[in-house]
């Protein structure tokens, strides 16, 4: 069964403090690893996949890296509006196509003023 | 607005009701997956549908849950006889399907079901 697991649940930091968010997975055959943020009362908003090992994707503040067994999204320099829930989830390779995700339970990050 | 777009956005039913409720996916897309969120909970996989056909259904509960895509019109997911356990928000999301270069879901703004 596949499995997402992120850590940690809460961070709460500075305005300006880097810091990185975890998603450990295991996943029987990666097809991609995907970062969404949630705003409350909102949808999953997408941010970045990455597929392969080794890979990396920066946006803005943001930049997603990914080994064989997790992915990190590291967040430099955050401003007060960076806060929200930030959400890993994976995709399995099947015979069939693109499959359903598995989500973890997110990260809840509040950058303060 | 080209994004996926759902409604109702908030759906209030009693026990024993129906819900239904409507995805319409980005322009150009041709599949559709629903999830569900419960409070406290990450987002499930319920259905995987393409235009007339059910890909992958595996995490429909077995009963009073059902989906379709019809060739016109937007993708139902219906809740027959809701429960109080059916409260929770519900995502649609798609992607281009096969053959695109990404498999990337793009999700809408969720319906919030309340049953009383």
């Known amino acids: 069964e596949d499995q997402v697991t992120q850590s940690p649940e809460a961070l709460r930091l500075q305005e300006g403090e880097s810091s990185s968010l975890n998603c450990s997975y295991t996943v029987s055959g990666l097809r991609g690893l995907f970062w969404y943020r949630q705003d409350p009362g909102k949808g999953p908003e997408f941010l970045f996949t990455l597929y392969s090992a080794g890979e990396e994707k920066e946006k803005e503040r943001l930049k997603a890296t990914l080994t064989k067994k997790e992915s990190f999204l590291h967040i430099t320099a955050p401003k007060p509006e960076d806060s929200a829930t930030y959400l890993c989830?994976?995709?399995?390779?099947?015979?069939?196509?693109?499959?359903?995700?598995?989500f973890g339970k997110g990260t809840h990050l509040i950058i303060q003023p | 607005n080209a994004g996926v777009m759902q409604n109702p956005r908030h759906l209030v039913r009693r026990r024993g009701q129906e819900a239904r409720l409507r995805c319409s996916p980005m322009k150009g897309h041709s599949h559709v997956y629903w999830y569900r969120q419960l409070p406290e909970e990450g987002l499930k996989f319920m259905v995987y549908l393409q235009k007339e056909n059910i890909i992958d259904e595996s995490g429909m509960p077995k009963e009073r849950f059902s989906a379709e895509f019809p060739k016109e019109g937007p993708s139902i997911l219906r809740i027959q006889q809701v429960v109080r356990g059916d409260s929770a928000a519900y995502f649609c999301?798609?992607?281009?399907?096969?053959?695109?270069?990404?498999?990337?879901?793009?999700f809408g703004p969720g319906t919030r079901l309340t049953v009383l």
């Open positions: 999301a798609s992607s281009p399907g096969w053959g695109s270069s990404t498999d990337t879901q793009y």
């Open positions: 989830a994976v995709q399995a390779r099947s015979g069939g196509g693109a499959d359903g995700l598995t």
